[in-house]
């Protein structure tokens, strides 16, 4: 158990709409990163917020957009749902110490666009 | 761009045998991490094992160890004496040490099929 807890677990939405996902880090981390996992695939880098700041982005456009509160939880909003967005979101916790940084994963949102 | 390549969809093995999965990675970067991961059906990814590039010697971890080789930019990983409970797929993933908040960048991933 990696203390690190994603809801919902499965959510199905239609094209052109929005959508939150919500993460709950291990107590004390300060960074959190989420990644999408399309089917077969390995997961893809969204970005990255360390004290509530975005401070790294893979190449995902500007509907992607995320939040991390100070209570160590954290969402990841999408909008302009796209059917190529259903894929399996997963969030990942840290406690930034340099080179001993270790990331805990949590078990993701399942999100399917219709 | 840093890229992962694992070229092995799918491996099998007998319980209690030994199984290696390849991993090739391209990268201009001299200091780096290298890691192996395991996700169940639970989708949880689970750290398995981690290597830094500016070590020379190759991690272990019980019954996983790795093959780092930096100039061929390979790192392969051995599960010895495999249980049921290895069967999983296996992501190789990269990371800069450079400092930067670039996160990990994965590869497609193995299949690990454990045979009784």
């Known amino acids: 158990e990696t203390g690190v807890t994603q809801s919902p677990t499965h959510l199905i939405k239609t094209r052109g709409q929005q959508v939150t996902l919500r993460c709950s880090s291990q107590s004390g981390h300060n960074t959190v990163s989420w990644y999408q996992q399309a089917l077969g695939q390995g997961p893809q880098f969204i970005f990255q917020?360390?004290?509530?700041?975005?401070?790294g982005r893979g190449n995902f456009p500007p509907r992607f957009s995320g939040l991390q509160f100070p209570n160590y939880s954290s969402e990841l909003n999408v909008n302009a749902l796209e059917l190529d967005d259903s894929a399996l979101y997963l969030c990942a916790s840290s406690l930034f110490q340099g080179r001993d940084e270790k990331l805990f994963f949590g078990s993701g949102t399942q999100l399917s666009v219709l | 761009a840093q890229t992962v390549t694992q070229s092995q969809p799918e491996m099998s093995v007998q319980e209690a045998e030994t199984v290696t999965l390849s991993c090739t990675y391209d990268t201009s970067e001299s200091d780096y991490y290298l890691f192996w991961y395991k996700q169940p059906p639970s989708r949880q990814m689970i750290l398995v094992i981690r290597?830094?590039?500016?070590?020379?010697q190759n991690a272990t971890e019980n019954r996983f160890s790795v093959n780092f080789q930096k100039a061929a930019k390979s790192f392969s990983l051995k599960i010895s004496d495999s249980q049921l409970g290895d069967a999983a797929m296996y992501f190789c993933?990269?990371?800069?040490?450079?400092?930067?908040?670039?996160?990990?960048?994965f590869g497609k991933g193995t299949h690990l099929i454990i045979q009784p």
């Open positions: 290597q830094e590039a500016y070590k020379q």
């Open positions: 917020y360390y004290r509530e700041e975005e401070n």
């Open positions: 993933a990269y990371r800069s040490a450079s400092g930067g908040a670039d996160g990990l960048t």
